[in-house]
């Protein structure tokens, strides 16, 4: 047999024997098993350990998901609520506490908080074993939106129910679906006064677009509907250069012309047209 045809192996006399190829040669006594046979046993130890456990599960799974899915039994608020009702919250995650803590419905439990006017969002989150974290961001009134509405920051409108308190924010009407413009305008002429002093409680947008502003001194404004920035700023100056010592005496002002103003004083007598 030629060498390319043969494997050579020592004999245990320390000889040389010839091993035909494909042969496999047994580990004597006392020799380790080969490595693929070890993972081999591994492999199926793992095996009957893992259907061991899911057959311990499967006849105990009622005793398991009792013990790891208690019923809710803490509720805890992230932060102090301003006008949100603490028990009326309270009162509604109520209605959904029997259920076990991975039963629970927490997206029906965020649509049940966040029907409250006075809840812009809120965060539902399950700390084990019994325990509901509630994090709620309330919305934050700017103005009024007509009589029985209020606006938030990014001039979306809400209609909770209304306290005293609210009649102190400036108040603004308009067309329906016009709210973000109105404030956004609000904003833009609070701005331009404020070098005044003069403070905005009323600011309206007619249906043909007119804007109307009353101030906190009972002042009313007549802007109209083109060049608006324009004419609050003349009428800034103006009062600026002359009409601050009389304000008093004012009731009405017209910016609607082109190259002045006119003003009315509270005896309902028009005092004129002040030229540009």
């Not at 061991?52 to 009792?66: D, G, K, P, T």
């Not at 974290?133 to 938030?152: M, Q, Y």
Request: proline letters at 4%; glycine letters at 6%.
């Amino acid at each position: 047999m030629s060498t390319a045809a043969q494997h050579k192996s020592f004999s245990a006399h320390g000889g040389m024997r010839d091993i035909p190829r494909g042969a496999v040669r047994l580990p004597k006594e006392g020799e380790k098993a080969p490595k693929v046979e070890r993972k081999s046993r591994a492999g199926v130890l793992f095996l009957v350990l893992v259907m061991c456990c899911a057959l311990f599960l499967m006849q105990n799974r009622q005793q398991i998901l009792a013990y790891v899915s208690k019923p809710v039994r803490v509720v805890k608020m992230a932060k102090p609520l301003s006008r949100a009702n603490e028990n009326n919250i309270r009162a509604a995650l109520a209605a959904h506490m029997n259920a076990g803590f991975f039963a629970l419905d927490v997206q029906a439990i965020k649509s049940t908080l966040e029907a409250d006017p006075w809840i812009e969002k809120a965060v539902i989150t399950r700390v084990w074993p019994d325990t509901l974290s509630v994090a709620i961001t309330e919305e934050v009134a700017i103005a009024r939106w007509g009589h029985d509405a209020l606006l938030n920051q990014y001039g979306e409108s809400f209609a909770p129910e209304l306290r005293d308190e609210d009649n102190t924010l400036p108040l603004l009407a308009g067309p329906q679906g016009m709210e973000r413009k109105v404030m956004e305008q609000y904003q833009a002429f609070s701005q331009m006064l404020s070098e005044t002093g003069l403070r905005i409680r009323e600011i309206a947008l007619s249906e043909r677009g007119s804007w109307t502003l009353r101030l906190d001194n009972e002042v009313q404004i007549n802007i109209g509907r083109s060049q608006v920035q324009e004419r609050v700023q003349r009428f800034v100056t103006f009062y600026r250069e002359y009409l601050h010592t009389r304000i008093a005496q004012v009731a009405t002002v017209d910016l609607r012309y082109n190259n002045g103003i006119s003003i009315r004083n509270r005896t309902d007598m028009p005092v004129g047209v002040a030229s540009k």
